[in-house]
């Protein structure tokens, strides 16, 4: 059964850093790009990054870029979001999804499989 599970949220303090993983199951992970997604309250989920199955073509969001960092294990079937000077902007429900479309994958939609979410919260 394919499945995404999350973990490595927690709260900590602005300027600080956290790592998610999210672990898959199935076939949810091998040849699908992944992507991280987010969603605070009152707020619609948006794009943080993806990656796809090399590694070697990732995107960002501009509110992340240069402060995110996605990284894949295939061989673990695990993927990564390393989080540094995280901000109290940055706090929410973080999503990890897969897809194995390759265009307008910035989009929600996009994406097949997703996990329960992981809270992050940043305090200031």
């Known amino acids: 059964q394919e499945q995404l599970v999350e973990s490595g949220g927690g709260l900590v303090q602005a300027g600080s850093s956290l790592r998610l993983s999210c672990a898959a199951s199935?076939?949810?992970?091998?040849?699908?790009?992944m992507g991280w997604f987010r969603q605070a309250p009152g707020k619609e989920r948006e794009f943080v990054a993806s990656?796809?199955?090399?590694?070697?073509?990732?995107l960002y969001s501009e509110s992340v870029k240069g402060r995110f960092t996605i990284s894949r294990a295939n061989a673990q079937n695990t993927l990564y979001l390393q989080m540094n000077s995280l901000k109290p902007e940055d706090t929410a429900v973080y999503y990890c999804?897969?897809?194995?479309?390759?265009?307008?994958?910035?989009?929600?939609?996009?994406?097949?499989?997703w996990g329960q979410g992981t809270q992050v919260t940043v305090s200031s």
């Open positions: 999804a897969s897809t194995l479309l390759a265009e307008g994958i910035t989009a929600s939609a996009a994406y097949k499989y």
């Open positions: 990656i796809d199955w090399s590694g070697g073509r990732t």
């Open positions: 199935g076939r949810s992970f091998r040849g699908y790009t």
